[in-house]
């Protein structure tokens, strides 16, 4: 089911390729005369490193269900060691997907900053805090594992 979701929210990240490179509104535009937050230089560099995130992700996805579908058929041979690998990948792949989410979406966050100025710091904030605490619940979860 999670990997299924970040799936879903990765291909909808990607699509922010598109974006970045069809025209864009220059923010300098926007803010004349005064100075914009980000260049548009800045706002693409943004804009790809979320998408390089959620292409990332995407491949993660993919090589993680591959490997555990492995993992599992190889298990059932194994035993109780095989059961304990799996678990080791499952809980590294959720730690990465969970990583290369927070970082897309805290670059998509800053390349919105220089077009809608509170809202854009907001979201900056907001990725900020929900990585803050999807780190601390990454940690319980690897010490409940572990």
């Known amino acids: 089911m999670f990997i299924t979701l970040v799936f879903g929210v990765s291909l909808f990240g990607a699509s922010t390729f598109a974006v970045a490179i069809g025209q864009m509104t220059d923010p300098a535009d926007i803010w004349e005369p005064e100075k914009p937050p980000f260049s548009m230089e800045r706002v693409r560099n943004f804009l790809g490193a979320a998408w390089l995130c959620f292409i990332l992700a995407i491949a993660v996805v993919g090589f993680s269900s591959s490997l555990l579908t492995l993992l599992k058929h190889h298990a059932n041979r ?64 690897v010490r409940m594992c572990a």
């Not at 509170?118 to 805090?129: E, Y």
């Open 78 to 141: 194994a035993g109780v060691n095989g059961q304990k690998m799996r678990k080791t990948i499952a809980i590294t792949t959720s730690v990465l997907l969970w990583t290369l989410l927070a970082v897309a979406f805290l670059f998509l966050s800053l390349a919105m900053v220089p077009y809608a100025y509170i809202p854009g710091w907001i979201a900056v904030a907001s990725a900020i805090l929900f990585s803050i605490g999807m780190a601390c619940l990454l940690f319980f979860q």
